[in-house]
């Protein structure tokens, strides 16, 4: 080959060599020598990447001249390694200790992840449930061990009610602290849906008392510390538009006799007078009062971070119908934010603002139990009936009192709703005190401010206008929420002992007030009973913590609360709460360390006291100067005012729960599996409970402190990464929660005199089918044990008589089941595989059980056809497997209807892809919510939460379909 050939063809390779692409091999290790396996080597800006295999090991392909390798693996720090042409790259990452140095939320303050020492959990907006939320509890479902979340009903607007360790109280209010960016909500108007869900960053909660005493008197349900997104400093201009369309429907009915099925009952069982009120139809009633239903909620967000400003604005629209008729929700929303640093960085001015202007609109809810009892031989429309609906006629004309109501007839009838305006607004100051390093002072200014309006018409020529007068209400009023507080925190590095210490000392003034005004009119435009209410209390704390971090080993804490409140006498006004806690950081020591495995190891343990103070009422300390029945009135020209009048108590004082933690926080394979277990108990005395006063004492009933409980518990928590790659992430996690409560004492706390007893044996408060006792669960049902045939079917009245003497009544019902469930449990996954994304969650309880009222009143021949010969009602298809007869009160009392409540429940499955755009960045979702409930439960859902069952708010099933665009 001639030199000039051989020229040409080196000319024509050139281009090739320049573009030649070489293969690079290597071992990745961790920082304490070991393999790392499944780490991630990618050349930067493309796809192309490997994974290391058992030993550590990687061989990359095709990497081009110019590039540069990035080596990462969870837990340890990203590395960047340049190529020039290495064939061999060998590297040993370093660990990355961020996680465990994450600055995270406690009482009054803050810390570092790895320095906590109680029992805590955060949710940030990453673990949230997907789907059209309008609710912010909804987002907790199932996220967190110890946190019982029961779903909210199908009614618009509805939240969940929202548990930490089952709560503390029997009769006072059960709910958690809520502390919204630094103001702890009014326990009578904690209305989280004045927050857009999509606005909120984190939940935290505080469990145990060690954690939660630092607030004191109010602390004994837990608390929830909720933060809202804020703007970031030095960031890009962002504008964001969310948009999500929700279909809902109600999948499950009650099973219900159809018109033939009930005509074939009534010519079974009836009496010609009976079978004479039979009309012709087949009315689904159930089909009749709901509907498919629809939500819209938008979002459109705007932030812009400065050197030294950063600001975020959200303006949030949502507008949902309720699958019962007439029933619906909307709500405005504003959600703000501005940061700003001022005198060199030293001061730091946090603004937040959330506005709310919801309109309720309400259904009577009265026609889902008519939709159960109603005729369905009967007609729904009626043109010589009121208002155009069918209804029951006595014989003498008139419209019958007792009988049910046409169910659509009462939807159709009433024109309710409620406005409510609300904004809380939050000014927070963090100041660097000059001259002393380590000494800081934050401060907190804050107004929540509600304005409510509620009316409610009904048309007077309906079937209830028509029987009780048709009266039309109105209400007005405003509940204010203000707060000042400050606190001085200083830490410093003590180095002669390689000890920090924290501390903290701050007080806190909180004033609630709250004003309303109500009016009633009847058909003929008469006042009845106007009523204007006003009440205020204060509350004042003194609080401090101390915690030393001794070595970067052992970490102690301590607080203490001084609280003062209005709401109870100046003998009790005050009381004193404090809890201590320490954490051993087991992965700090020699042999933790060389484990090579264990990546995060401390133990936990904690106690403290706490209070509560949630009453419901104000000034119940002033004794009554009148009989308990009598009405304080006051004439103001030719009407007459109710006046304020404290109710008669006993000499009231607080709620005092006594909390013992002890807990393990893990992470094994470089955080490859981490969780938690916490293992608690707590006493509860001096209950809040109105209910009968001892002998001797003005009236009949009053609140006082009575008795005691004792809970315990176990709480696990555990997440698992398996799998970790460029192009794939799969995590899941799960908790689950065993808890049991008994009541361990009901003697009066004033006198120690005991509860009155109650004719069925035994100290407590009987409440229908549930009774409080000594020894036993609070939700415990007081039963007849129904006595079965050799075919397991149940015989009409026949109960065990439990105490031989041949008669069967109140002496032989015994305690039989529990509401509380044994266990309850949540399930996640979050996976996503390049630009397509998916996660769930399950939730679900074991070893609880229902009350079903809705089969208890139905499920028997007199309660269909024994209705003075006007009327005839349905029944639950159950009726159908029976023989029962008669409705003596017995039979309502029957362990028949006492069901297993377990259940396992898909709260939401969502499926989502993001499109690679340059300039906007746009991801479609799809979610389906509440897809489906196993259960063995007859009734229509098993989730109640109290254990007795009657016609709840059904939930719905959704589809919901979401477009988010970023530009």
Not at 55 to 76: E, Q, R
Not at 88 to 112: K, Q
Not at 418 to 437: M, S
Not at 797 to 802: E, Q
């Amino acid at each position: 080959m001639n030199q000039k050939f051989k020229a040409v063809i080196l000319l024509f390779l050139l281009p090739f060599f320049a573009f030649a692409q070489s293969v690079i091999t290597g071992t990745v290790l961790e920082s304490n020598g070991l393999p790392a396996l499944g780490a991630t080597v990618a050349v930067k800006g493309t796809s192309n990447g490997t994974s290391t295999d058992f030993d550590g090991k990687y061989t990359l392909n095709n990497v081009p001249s110019d590039a540069v390798i990035v080596f990462s693996f969870v837990g340890y720090i990203t590395q960047e390694i340049p190529y020039t042409g290495q064939s061999t790259i060998n590297i040993t990452l370093e660990e990355d200790a961020s996680e465990l140095d994450t600055i995270v939320l406690i009482g009054y303050g803050s810390t570092t992840k790895q320095n906590v020492t109680a029992a805590q959990t955060t949710v940030s907006d990453e673990e949230f449930n997907k789907g059209a939320i309008v609710s912010p509890g909804q987002l907790l479902a199932g996220k967190a061990a110890g946190v019982q979340v029961t779903a909210a009903t199908g009614r618009p607007g509805d939240g969940p009610r929202i548990r930490v360790r089952a709560g503390s109280t029997l009769s006072a209010n059960a709910d958690p602290l809520y502390v919204v960016d630094g103001i702890p909500l009014d326990a009578t108007n904690a209305n989280l849906n004045t927050i857009n869900p999509a606005e909120i960053e984190s939940f935290t909660i505080l469990k145990d008392a060690s954690a939660t005493a630092i607030y004191g008197n109010r602390a004994s349900n837990g608390v929830i510390l909720i933060t809202t997104k804020k703007g970031k400093l030095s960031s890009d201009l962002k504008i964001g538009y969310n948009v999500q369309f929700a279909i809902d429907n109600n999948t499950d009915r009650l099973d219900v006799l159809t018109g033939d099925e009930f005509r074939a009952l009534i010519n079974d069982i009836g009496s010609p007078e009976d079978i004479a009120l039979l009309g012709t139809a087949n009315t689904d009633w159930q089909e009749e009062i709901y509907q498919t239903a629809t939500r819209a909620i938008h979002n459109i967000t705007l932030q812009k971070g400065f050197e030294n400003t950063a600001i975020r604005a959200n303006i949030g629209y949502t507008n949902q119908n309720g699958t019962l008729k007439t029933s619906g929700y909307e709500r405005t929303s504003l959600n703000a934010s501005v940061i700003q640093k001022l005198l060199n960085n030293d001061l730091k001015l946090t603004l937040s603002v959330q506005g709310a202007l919801e309109e309720v609109r309400s259904a009577d809810e009265g026609a889902i139990g008519s939709a159960i009892d109603f005729d369905p031989t009967q007609p729904a429309f009626d043109p010589n009936g009121p208002n155009g609906f069918f209804e029951y006629f006595q014989s003498n004309g008139t419209i019958s009192n007792l009988a049910p109501r046409n169910p659509l007839g009462l939807l159709e009838s009433l024109d309710a709703e409620t406005a409510n305006n609300q904004i809380r607004t939050t000014l927070q100051a963090d100041y660097k005190i000059p001259g002393v390093e380590g000494l800081k002072f934050n401060g907190t200014v804050g107004v929540d401010y509600n304005e409510f309006d509620s009316f409610s018409n009904r048309l007077p020529n309906s079937g209830v206008g028509l029987t009780t007068g048709a009266i039309k209400s109105s209400s007005n009023g405003l509940r204010i929420n203000q707060l000042i507080n400050g606190r001085l925190d200083y830490k410093k590095e003590l180095t002669s002992i390689e000890s920090t210490i924290d501390l903290t000392v701050g007080s806190s003034l909180q004033a609630f007030r709250r004003e309303s005004t109500s009016f009633s009119l009847d058909n003929t435009g008469v006042a009845i009973d106007p009523f204007i209410a006003f009440n205020e209390n204060r509350l004042v704390s003194f609080f401090g913590r101390a915690s030393i971090d001794i070595k970067d080993l052992l970490v102690l804490s301590a607080s203490v609360s001084r609280d003062g409140t209005s709401r109870f006498s100046p003998d009790n006004r005050w009381g004193t709460f404090g809890g201590a806690s320490a954490a051993l950081k087991l992965t700090n020591t020699d042999f933790i360390q060389n484990s090579g495995f264990v990546s995060q190891l401390k133990l936990r343990g904690g106690f403290g006291v706490t209070g509560q103070q949630e009453i419901g009422q104000d000034f119940l300390f002033i004794p009554r100067s009148t009989p308990s029945n009598a009405q304080a009135q006051v004439q103001i020209g030719n009407q007459f005012f109710t006046t304020l009048r404290p109710e008669l108590t006993t000499d009231l004082k607080w709620e005092e729960t006594t909390q013992y933690n002890v807990g393990l926080d893990y992470g094994f394979f470089d955080d490859v599996l981490t969780g938690s277990i916490d293992v608690y108990t707590r006493d509860t005395e001096d209950l809040l409970q109105f209910g009968p006063l001892a002998a001797g004492s003005l009236g009949n009933f009053a609140l006082q402190n009575v008795g005691a409980t004792r809970s315990r518990g176990i709480e696990l928590a555990a997440n698992v990464k398996l799998l970790q790659t460029e192009n794939f992430n799969w995590d899941i996690g799960g908790n689950l929660t065993f808890n049991e409560i008994e009541i361990t004492d009901l003697s009066l706390g004033s006198n120690d005199a005991p509860v009155p007893q109650t004719p069925v044996g035994g100290a407590g408060f009987n409440n229908f089918i549930q009774e409080w006792a000594v020894g036993a669960d609070p939700t415990s049902f007081l039963v007849y044990r129904q006595v079965y045939d050799a075919e397991g079917n149940p015989l009409d009245g026949v109960f065990a008589d439990r105490n031989g003497d041949n008669v069967i009544n109140s002496d032989d019902r015994v305690r039989y089941k529990k509401g509380n469930p044994d266990a309850f449990f949540g399930f996640t996954s979050n996976f996503n595989y390049k630009r397509f994304d998916m996660s769930f969650t399950l939730r679900g309880a074991v070893g609880g059980y229902n009350y079903n009222n809705v089969r208890a009143a139905r499920e028997n021949a007199d309660a269909v056809t024994e209705n003075a010969g006007d009327w005839l009602n349905n029944s639950t298809a159950g009726i159908l497997d029976n023989s029962f007869q008669s409705a003596p009160l017995n039979l309502l009392f029957s362990s028949e209807y006492i069901e297993k409540s377990d259940f396992v429940r898909l709260d939401n499955l969502s499926l989502g892809y993001t499109f690679n755009t340059d300039k906007v960045g746009i991801r479609a979702s799809v979610t389906g919510t509440n897809l489906f409930v196993i259960t063995d439960y007859s009734g229509l859902d098993p989730e109640i939460g109290n254990g007795v069952d009657g016609a709840i708010f059904p939930r719905s099933r959704g589809v919901i379909f979401g477009l988010n665009f970023e530009f």
